[in-house]
Structures are given as structure tokens and as C-alpha cells.
T-cell receptor, first 114, second 113 residues
Framework: DVKVTQSSRYLVKRTGEKVFLECVQD?????MFWYRQDPGLGLRLIYF???????EKGDIPEGYSVSREKKERFSLILESASTNQTSMYLC?????????????FGDGTRLSIL | QKEVEQNSGPLSVPEGAIASLNCTYS??????FFWYRQYSGKSPELIMS????GDKEDGRFTAQLNKASQYVSLLIRDSQPSDSATYLC?????????????FGQGTELSVKP
């Protein structure tokens, strides 16, 4: 089974802090994704990566950056956390570059910015 | 027009009934279609993939795809209270790298005992 592991289930940080969310997958997948999910807004793509050191902006990249130094690890960085970044953050991965494979999700990180 | 549209629900069905969840998509070039189940407070879990026109059955779940009508559906037979969740439809984004999927907003299903 695919295993996507997010470093924290719950995280509380303060406004202005730099926040790191880590995601690791164990299936040698090429593609990795970061989403946030808010009530009534569905899943919104923040960034994705289709290869090591490659990244593409999703629909809502403002206020975020990402890092993919190794194939199995994809990090989401909140450069200066703000209260409107309080949300559920979901990491996902998928194999190949053909776009025909499903994504597999981690358990999510519920982030609160105070 | 939203790229992937689902009835927002909530959809309420009695236990043992058939639940029918619908999804339409806008990009005629889409080739891959997925249904995810998401329990409250949990992450989405893949339950069905479908790539060809017609029906695909897996246990109590049947996915139906009609590319000409740009329509994909999920039927849940003999619905159980444990099926109560939000169901997300996802479609591959055409002309992209990296396996990007477009997700619908989800349909909330409630199965009443």
C-alpha cells in the first residue's frame, strides 16, 4: 500500500512565524501535491512537483513556498504565517507523469495560526 | 463554469437503498476519473478509478462513465450508515505535467438507519 506520511496531525503556530509542513511518501512516486481544505471551499491546490527540484504553482500559491530536494519528500513552507492560513493541509502523491494515476493522500495536518 | 461539478447535497438515503452521486466535467479531453470518499475530519480515500466508457463494479460500488455526455457517476448499492461521508469526484487535468487532478466540491451523503 502507498504510504504518505505528514509530519504532524495538529500544529499550532503564531502569526509571523515561519512554518514547515513535511510530507514523505514511500512508493517512489514522481508527483507530489500540497492542498488546503476549508469548509465550503473544497480542496484547493497550493503547489505541486513532478520531479526533484521541480515545482509548479497551483491555484493559491500566495504566501507559500515549497521544497523538493529528494524524491520522497515534499515540504510546504509558510513564509510568515497569518491567521487566514489556518486550515487543514493535505499532501498527496501519484506515480508517473502521464496524469492518469490517482493521487494518494496523507492523513492531513490541521494547522492553527494564532 | 466550474471544471468539475457535483451536486453539493446533502443527499439523504435510507439504509439499504441505492445512493446515486453525479459529476460533470468540462474538459472533453479528460481521460481519467476517480471517486474519493472523505469521512469528517479525515483525508480523502480512493474508492474507484474509471478510464473507459461504461460501468465498473467493485463490491457495492459501481462507477459509470459517459465521455460523450461528460458525465461520471457513482452508485452505492445497499447503502450502510458507514457510507455516510463526502464523496469527491476528480478528473485529470489535460495538458499538464505532474498528474494534476481537478476535484469537485464534493457531495455529502447521509445514510439513515
Amino acid at each position: 500500500d502507498v504510504k504518505v506520511t505528514q509530519s504532524s496531525r495538529y500544529l499550532v503556530k503564531r502569526t509571523g512565524e515561519k512554518v514547515f509542513l513535511e510530507c514523505v511518501q514511500d512508493m517512489d512516486h514522481e508527483n507530489m501535491f500540497w492542498y488546503r481544505q476549508d469548509p465550503g471551499l473544497g480542496l484547493r491546490l497550493i503547489y505541486f512537483s513532478y520531479d526533484v527540484k521541480m515545482k509548479e504553482k497551483g491555484d493559491i500559491p500566495e504566501g507559500y513556498s515549497v521544497s523538493r530536494e529528494k524524491k520522497e519528500r515534499f515540504s510546504l513552507i509558510l513564509e510568515s504565517a497569518s491567521t487566514n492560513q489556518t486550515s487543514m493541509y493535505l499532501c498527496a502523491s501519484s506515480p508517473g507523469q502521464g496524469g492518469n494515476q490517482p493521487q494518494h493522500f496523507g492523513d492531513g495536518t490541521r494547522l492553527s495560526i494564532l | 463554469q466550474k471544471e468539475v461539478e457535483q451536486n453539493s447535497g446533502p443527499l439523504s438515503v435510507p439504509e439499504g437503498a441505492i445512493a446515486s452521486l453525479n459529476c460533470t466535467y468540462s474538459d472533453r479531453g479528460s481521460q481519467s476519473f476517480f471517486w474519493y470518499r472523505q469521512y469528517s475530519g479525515k483525508s480523502p480515500e480512493l474508492i474507484m478509478s474509471i478510464y473507459s466508457n461504461g460501468d465498473k463494479e467493485d463490491g457495492r460500488f459501481t462507477a459509470q462513465l459517459n465521455k460523450a455526455s461528460q458525465y461520471v457517476s457513482l452508485l452505492i448499492r445497499d447503502s450502510q450508515p458507514s457510507d455516510s461521508a463526502t464523496y469527491l469526484c476528480a478528473v485529470n487535468a489535460v495538458y499538464n505535467q505532474g498528474g494534476k487532478l481537478i476535484f469537485g466540491q464534493g457531495t455529502e451523503l447521509s445514510v439513515k438507519p
